[in-house]
């Protein structure tokens, strides 16, 4: 079975940090994702999603992120069935965060936050060699490939 989301949009508002009572460090968020395709002369429309995040992920995207923000969220979707005010089942659907991404220039995430966000850390490349002109050896357009 497959459950994967990815999203791009903006923060509608700043994300709110709460603890669990077990000291879990979760946070809301809504992001706003524009329409792909706007008909001439009417309004750009958007889809407004909601999402969660866990432990780190929570710290960092309240730390780093605020309301207008530009995010990406990678993560599955979640449904929650509950009872409103009126006793009436109502059925909620969230993204739960596993990875979150800066999207916007530095200027727009405050300058301060580390470049590429609490994705995957980034490669070590001090093992790897700089490959010179003379590395590679040219072929000749007519003859077959050597593999």
């Known amino acids: 079975m497959l459950n994967c989301i990815v999203i791009m949009g903006r923060l509608v508002a700043d994300p709110e940090l709460r603890t669990t009572t077990t000291g879990l460090s979760v946070a809301s968020l809504r992001v706003a994702v524009d329409r792909g395709y706007t008909r001439p002369g009417e309004e750009k429309q958007a889809d ?12 960092f995207v309240c730390k780093y992120f605020h ?3 530009m995010i990406a ?3 599955s979707l979640q449904s929650r069935k509950y009872q409103d005010r009126n006793g009436n089942p109502r059925v909620a659907y969230e993204i739960v965060a ?8 530095k200027a727009e995430s405050g300058g301060g936050a580390p470049a590429g966000g609490y994705s995957a850390p980034a490669a070590d490349t001090s093992s790897y060699s700089n490959a010179g002109a003379g590395d590679f050896a040219t072929v000749a357009e007519e003859d077959d490939l050597p593999f």
Do not use: H, I, L, P
């Not at 407004?48 to 710290?59: L, P």
């Not at 596993?98 to 220039?105: E, I, K, L, T």
């Open 98 to 105: 596993d990875r979150v991404s800066f999207c916007g220039s």
């Open 67 to 69: 309301k207008g923000s």
């Open 48 to 59: 407004f999603f909601d999402v969660v995040a866990w432990r780190q992920t929570a710290e």
């Open 73 to 75: 969220v990678q993560g």
